[in-house]
């Protein structure tokens, strides 16, 4: 035989709750009943099926209940004789309604409002004497006189209410039982029943079919969806709204609302008859809530409740500001994109990983063409922001009467010419994202006092509103100019120019690491479906132009030359400009080259000791870095360097090669710990390593 456990704070009243179900279920289930405390000393509850008194209990008994065990929360009504016993009450004169807490004080209130005795003025009362009218001298209560203040002068005590039907039938239906209404007592006890808890069960419930197919229609929607009856009692619920609300109860139907979102205060929900919304936090992520009635034929029958997550609604604004916009505000670099091999390039690179996993505001300075947007993108994209739009601005490309509304956005008529309806300002459209103010040394004075207040306040107003919108943005501005000369020219705001410096990043010249400009010649020429070989000469001239247009001016050499549609570029392929400046190669430390015997004497020299090719790039690459210093050394000291930099020698292989390349005048080694250093013979060497790498990868 089925059993099942019912539970309750007090085993008097689980008692009580035992014999109603008794009535419905007969011989057909064996009943047990257990107060909370009895229930604490089990390992758990071992019946399947668990009907309960309230959600309190539910929390003292949570740990206990099996997995595979079935709960029904249990609702109560009034008897039609308990109605009868209110019929002789004063009309219009206060009457306390004495219970256990403020919630089921307005849950009997509803209860007796919807019998049909809105005429009273029931008032809540659960112990506080503090707050109570003393000029109040009746009282009713459902069997709870412990609580009953003094000096009353009539007391009507309508004792417990009996089981609501409906909740019987589904704990029926759970278990899978029929025919609970076959004997007299049962249908005596059903017929007693005030069907008071049915607003919503009186809409939907004798109609099987709309019951179904409202219950399919709540799962299909994005939202938490939760249909409560007149007393906040959850009839339904969706999969979603479960989902959201599993951090406050892993059970939510048949439970009062107020049980599980008590941040709603629905108080005496009978006479709640506008929509409302607030903002509440349930395991550390913010619900957007709304309660809004349900009516059929002018009476209200219950709410619906819909739950959406804010991060949701952020992210849909954010989808429907971009289209609006009518514009795609992408990010599509990455590191990855940004191609080099030099020391200086790969340094840049890490800092900017580093900025990345920041959300301070950040200032890129460099050259034109060197890249500052690239990086401001990968920046973009390495962060957290990256789902959100990465909003770029040229402050010099707008007229200075407009760089306003764009940034910052209008209301309609705010003047003359203004779209109707408004527009959004790129700040709003870059929301949760990046906005990016390329050239933020252009923009005019007044605009930037206003720019700095918006990053201050993080709020932003549009022109012709009064209205704050919050904003959570973060800024990368970019500028070719030296900003601390404008600052004392008084043509930049050195309060603004600190607040946009809080994490600078310097982008390299060209001129800085020409041994990039091989990798990054191939790297342009595969994005244009090029193929073509370089003459020795050819990438000498190359690598030995100024290149005062940085990178954005190499592209445009690689477009020239993959428009001559050759398979081998020569010097007289190279565009003009580059042949102009070639009596000035030699003022660059890249096109000091060897003479042609030194080269033919160092090409022999690596290709007898081709397997130590990568050794001598590295011994050489770090006695380099201090040339200038004419420091020496040490073995152990150039052995950690190495390996900083990715080389991996052993201590022989190092001594070995120390040697060799001092016996070719490549190096000068002192004796005992004076350490090694550089000569220029030996610069000339690694210059035609880092040649002979390009050519060969070209």
Known sequence: MKEIAVVANEQSYADFIKECLTVYFGNQAKINAYSAEAVDSMPYIREKYIAISGFTVFKLIYDKIKESSVLQALRFTMSKAQIDMLKDLPSGEKILLVNIDNRKCMEVITQIYEAGYKNLDL????????????SIRVAITPNEMQLMPPGMEQVINFGERVLDVESVIELAEKMQIDGIFNSEEARNARSSAVLTSGGVTKLLGENENLLDQIKALMELMDDGIILTDLMSQIYLANQKAKSMLRNRSEFIEGFGISDILPELRMGDDSRRLKASEKLISVGGVNLVIKVSPIFSDKTKRGNIITLRSFDELEDQQHSIRSRISGTRHEAKYVFEDIKGISPKIIEVIESARRIARSDAAVLITG??????????QSIHNASTRSRYSFVALNCSAIPENLLESEMFGYEEGAFTGAKKGGKAGLFELAHKGTIFLDEIGEMPLPLQSKLLRVLEEKKVSRIGSLKLIDMDTRVIAA????????????????????????????????????????????????AMHGDWKYSPKALEMFCGYNWPGNVRELRNAAEFLCSLDKRFVD?????????????????????SQPEMGEYQTNLKFLLREGRKFELFEGILTVLGTDLDKHQRWGRIRLEEALAVRGFEFTETEIRNGLRLLSDMGYIKSAKGRGGSRMTAAGSELLEDIKRLKHVSRS
Do not use: C, W
Request: proline letters at 5%; zero cysteines.
């Open 123 to 134: 008032v809540p009362y659960y112990g506080d004497e503090s707050t109570r009218d003393m």
């Open 367 to 376: 050259e034109s063409g060197t890249g500052k947007e690239v990086f401001a």
């Open 571 to 591: 010097i007289q392929d190279l565009p003009d400009y580059i042949h102009q400046v070639k009596n000035t190669m030699s003022d660059h430390r890249y096109a």
């Open 479 to 526: 500028t070719n100019r030296n900003l601390k000369d404008m600052i004392s020219e008084k043509k930049m705001r050195e309060d603004l120019y600190y607040r946009l410096n809080v994490l600078p990043l310097q982008t390299p010249s060209l001129r800085e690491r020409k041994e990039d400009i091989p990798v990054l010649l191939n790297h342009f020429m595969a």
